[in-house]
């Protein structure tokens, strides 16, 4: 059977003249997947709009319009809408500290997010928050989590919760290597595993905890290769490739929904920037960096839309202005927004007891 599918693929590539080495052995897997074609633009927008966000987001702590510190999702803009691009509304979602793009991807508002980067009133917390805390229930995330691997645990709570009201809902859960290292990791994903809960467990492998290579604190080659200990499936991905984070996780999610608990993906990918502010990365060896820069997830995906002729030049590039428009909008909403009254700080610390308690 895989001859004959594999024959397909051939002539059907030669036909298109699409097929370049390998990468069109992926496209062509794709097309064969009925992938719709306004998903494939819409994913390829939310690319787009996560790396303008980011991108911009840099500029404005360079010019110290953004307090404190950021964790730049600059390269695993793939991971968050391929994952995301799976989920509904009612969906759940945990972030980490490099959360910008689990926000976006999962529906959050650039102006308020922009907003709630700067400490503005008009943010998601009120500007309370900040870049590591950003919440929005009505979008189902469920906060990002400056703690590393804290998400891992609290991920199967809110799961629990769905499957004990019977709610159709499934939690998709982010976290590093670098957590894949850490109790947590263990007790959530045995918790899980042991319940039948509906999470699916997205490791993002960039290959280093802060400036900690993975390889130096890891017996085994993948973070996948641990789900086997807690009997669920463990899935390896190319992290640049949205189409094949898609792919991976529609069926872990599909698992999950059907009650048959959860599944590990981990999705090779890599941060163009260093971990946080001053962070350059002067660990990583130079060749590796530029051969995963070459990798970039928006020039694939723009590639090969155009090589299918879902896209024109002139379509992608209308898109990508009108991305960068939208940006500069919710940046100036934010600029333009107000502090808050220093009066309101203690306010949300407690719950307000209503009249009719």
Request: net charge negative.
């Amino acid at each position: 059977m895989k001859d004959v599918l594999t024959k397909k693929m051939d002539d059907s590539a030669k036909e298109n003249n699409v097929l370049k080495e390998n990468k069109g052995f992926k496209i062509l897997v794709m097309l064969l997947m009925d992938v719709e074609k306004n998903k494939l633009i819409e994913m390829y927008r939310k690319l787009l709009e996560l790396r303008r966000f980011e991108e911009k987001c840099w500029d404005l702590f360079s010019q110290n319009l953004i307090p404190g510190t950021i964790h730049l999702y600059l390269g695993q803009e793939a991971v968050a809408v391929g994952v995301c691009s799976n989920l509904n509304d009612a969906d759940y979602v945990q972030s980490t500290h490099r959360g910008h793009g689990h926000c976006l991807a999962k529906g959050a508002k650039m102006d308020k997010m922009f907003a709630e980067l700067m400490g503005k009133a008009t943010g998601y917390c009120k500007g309370k928050g900040g870049s590591m805390h950003i919440t929005d229930a009505s979008v189902g995330l469920l906060g990002a989590c400056g703690v590393v691997g804290a998400g891992i645990v609290i991920a199967p709570g809110a799961a629990l919760s769905a499957k004990l009201q019977g709610i159709d809902q499934v939690v998709a859960c982010f976290f590093g290597d670098g957590a894949s290292n850490t109790g947590n990791f263990h007790e959530g994903l045995n918790i899980a595993a042991t319940w039948d809960l509906p999470v699916v467990f997205v490791c993002e492998n960039n290959l280093y905890a802060m400036g900690t290579k993975q390889s130096d604190v890891m017996k085994v080659e993948n973070v996948a290769d641990r789900a086997a200990a807690y009997g669920i499936p463990g899935v390896i991905c190319d992290g640049n490739d949205v189409v094949d984070v898609y792919k991976t996780a529609y069926e872990a999610v599909k698992r999950a929904r059907e009650g048959k608990g959860p599944t590990l993906i981990e999705c090779k990918t890599y941060r163009h920037k260093g971990h946080s502010r001053f962070d350059q990365g002067k660990y990583r060896p130079e060749d590796e960096v530029e051969e995963w820069l070459s990798k970039d997830p928006i020039a694939r995906m723009r590639e090969r839309l155009l090589s299918m002729g879902i896209l024109t030049d002139e379509d992608a590039s209308r898109i990508e202005k009108k991305v960068e428009d939208e940006v500069e909008v919710a940046a100036k909403f934010a600029l333009e927004s107000p502090f808050p009254d220093p009066k309101t700080a203690l306010d949300d610390v407690w719950v307000e007891e209503s009249e009719s308690e």
